[in-house]
């Protein structure tokens, strides 16, 4: 079964910390991994897009990294703000046949930063 | 500015009461989607449109209904909407459906409350 796991389910860090969000995917076929930011109550932003010869790719403080060996992503994020309390979602793209890719989303990590 | 809106932003209706949420993007995208988000999981896709009057079922279909006779709307429609209707939808387009490069925008969401 297509499923994307993101761990941890919420996590809480001081501004100005680093931290780093997990992202364990088991989709096949693959096509790209997509990290997006939601703040409460809007629509997911699109972070990053990485197709499978790409391991790492990097958006302002967000870095979000690939390993299509292990099928694990993580999102670092540096010198956090509090404007970075959102929730950060994992979607994995399968390609399927007849031009059509199938987006398979994780349920989120809830970040807080707190002054 | 390329956006995607819905209309309305929150919604509370009784069970069996038509309604239907509108959707439009001004980008010129030929793919458009609906998910539901609900508490602890990924967003889940409800339908999709690969174009103007192509329209098929995402993985939960169930109790929805949608059209697109435009290239700009796209609306969902409950024709007899029921508690378990009750989540945070959002409309989403692209050029393509998920391919590497493609980003996906999201509208803000409506949250739809049945009772």
Redesign the interface.
């Known amino acids: 079964k297509n499923q994307?796991e993101q761990s941890p389910q919420s996590l809480i860090i001081l501004e100005g910390k680093n931290c780093t969000l997990q992202c364990n995917y088991t989709v096949s076929p693959f096509?790209?991994l997509?990290w997006y930011k939601q703040d409460t109550?809007?629509?997911?932003?699109?972070l990053t897009?990485m197709?499978f010869s790409e391991n790492t790719k990097s958006n302002g403080r967000y870095t979000a990294t690939l390993d299509a060996d292990t099928k694990q992503s993580s999102l670092h994020i540096t010198a956090s703000q509090l404007s970075d309390s959102a929730s950060y979602?994992c979607v994995v793209?399968?390609d399927f046949s007849g031009?059509?890719?199938?987006?398979?989303?994780?349920?989120?990590t809830r970040l807080a930063v707190h002054p | 500015e390329a956006q995607v809106t819905q209309n309305p932003r929150y919604l509370i209706t009784v069970t069996g009461k038509k309604l239907t949420v509108t959707c439009s993007q001004n980008m010129n995208h030929e793919y458009m989607s609906w998910y539901r988000q609900d508490p602890g999981l990924g967003l889940r896709q409800i339908y999709y449109s690969m174009n103007v009057e192509v329209t098929d079922k995402g993985d939960v279909p169930e109790g929805y209904k949608v059209s697109r006779k435009e290239k700009r709307n796209f609306p969902l429609i409950l024709e007899s909407p029921s508690p378990n209707q009750t989540s945070l939808y959002f409309c989403a387009s692209s050029l393509t459906p998920g391919l590497a490069g493609e980003w996906q925008y999201f509208g803000p969401g409506t949250r739809l409350t049945v009772l």
């Open positions: 994307v096509s790209n997509r109550g809007r629509g997911p932003v699109s897009i197709t979602i793209s399968s031009g059509y890719n199938k987006l398979i989303f994780g349920a989120g």
